[in-house]
């Protein structure tokens, strides 16, 4: 049973390695988004989507990285209930289902939207007439 456990919480830790790593490439790949494509800077107007149907390959792997990023967090979440079986009250229970929660979201939100934007931005530009 020790084992069980410890090899679940090394899987956990290497996930959260692993999440980190991923957020610096996060945080590259934002930086190398054209600012057509950034939908905080100016919305979601014209120009993100002629510029997304122009070139979406960062736009893409951005969005990609932040769903293997939510699933690797499932794995931290869940390793940190783990390590704290002998503390588990209604906080810490909250805590890992408000997590999980999110980090749901956020897959499913980022992997929408990844699939969804360049496909959507294909079919802007290629429409008769945009007046």
């Known amino acids: 049973m020790e ?4 090899r679940r919480l090394q899987f956990g830790g290497i996930c959260s390695i692993a999440v980190g790593i991923l957020y610096i490439l996060v945080g590259a790949t934002h930086l190398l988004l054209p600012r057509g494509q950034l939908r905080g800077a100016s919305g979601v ?7 997304l ?4 390959m960062v736009f893409i792997l951005h969005y990609w990285i ?4 939510s699933i690797l967090s499932v794995a931290v979440i869940l390793s940190l209930f783990e390590l ?16 999980l929660f999110a980090a749901g979201l956020s897959l499913l939100d980022f992997a ?5 934007a360049p496909q959507l931005a294909k079919l802007f530009v290629s429409a008769p007439s945009r007046n």
Do not use: C, M
Not at 66 to 69: A, C, E, G, K
């Open 53 to 56: 149907a122009n070139n979406s």
């Open 3 to 6: 084992t069980k456990q410890a």
């Open 112 to 116: 929408y939207v990844g699939v969804k």
């Open 84 to 99: 704290l079986q002998d503390h588990r009250s209604g906080p810490v229970s909250w805590g890992v289902v408000i997590g």
């Open 45 to 51: 107007d014209s120009q993100f989507f002629e510029s």
């Open 66 to 69: 932040v769903v293997i990023l």
